[in-house]
């Protein structure tokens, strides 16, 4: 089972920034790859939405909205992946949650890549 933690929300005005962070660990067995790391959220009454995921291959795919403001990026050493927004909007006000497509070895047996998500961390824009 893979565990996501995120970290790095909070409440800044518009036009401020902030720094999101994500690490991926396991309670048993080791990680064997990860395929694609990323950020969706879900603003109150809206769907949930792809905000920019990164690939072992380092392809990236932003929302139209966040590109050229926002940018991923990863630590492999770290297993983890960071979000930099710069540039915050009101409409960016949202829990931000990690996404992972992580492969693992667990007792020998390995799993290729299974979907995984941290619980979220919430990021308010507001003066």
């Known amino acids: 089972q893979v565990q996501l933690v995120e970290s790095g929300g909070g409440l800044v005005p518009p036009g401020g920034s902030l720094r999101l962070s994500c690490a991926a660990s396991?309670?048993?067995?080791?990680?064997?790859?990860?395929?694609?790391m990323g950020w969706y959220r879900q603003a109150p009454g809206k769907h949930r939405e792809l905000v920019a995921t990164?690939?072992?291959?380092?392809?990236?795919n932003y929302a139209d909205s966040v590109r050229g403001r926002f940018t991923i990026s990863r630590a492999n050493a770290r297993n983890a992946v960071y979000l930099q927004m710069n540039s915050l909007k009101p409409e960016d006000t949202a829990v931000y949650y990690c996404?992972?497509?992580?492969?693992?070895?667990?007792?020998?047996?390995?799993?290729?890549?299974?979907?995984?998500w941290g619980r979220g961390t919430q990021v308010s824009v507001s003066s």
């Open positions: 996404y992972g497509d992580i492969g693992t070895v667990v007792d020998d047996i390995l799993d290729r890549g299974s979907n995984y």
């Open positions: 396991v309670s048993r067995g080791r990680i064997f790859s990860i395929n694609v």
């Open positions: 990164l690939t072992s291959g380092d392809d990236t």
